[in-house]
């Protein structure tokens, strides 16, 4: 799988990184290499969750929500 990411400089130094696929996914670091190990570990975090099909139940809604 691969993502895009967007790498910043920080102002005080080195650097931080945005996932914008995968909200709320950042990381920072000091080096370009270990910028690049930080963002894999963020990435395999933020995609880490149980995912499951919602039962197909007609007294139930699916709504979508922004938090």
Known sequence: ???KV???KAEEGGFWA???SIPGCV??????????SNLKEAIE???SLDVF????DP????IEMAV
């Open 1 to 3: 799988m691969k993502v």
């Open 6 to 8: 967007i790498v910043h």
């Open 18 to 20: 945005e996932v914008p």
């Open 27 to 36: 990381s920072q670091a000091e080096t370009m290499e270990e910028l690049k």
């Open 45 to 47: 975090g933020c995609l």
């Open 53 to 56: 099909e919602p039962e197909n």
């Open 59 to 62: 007294a139930s809604e699916v």
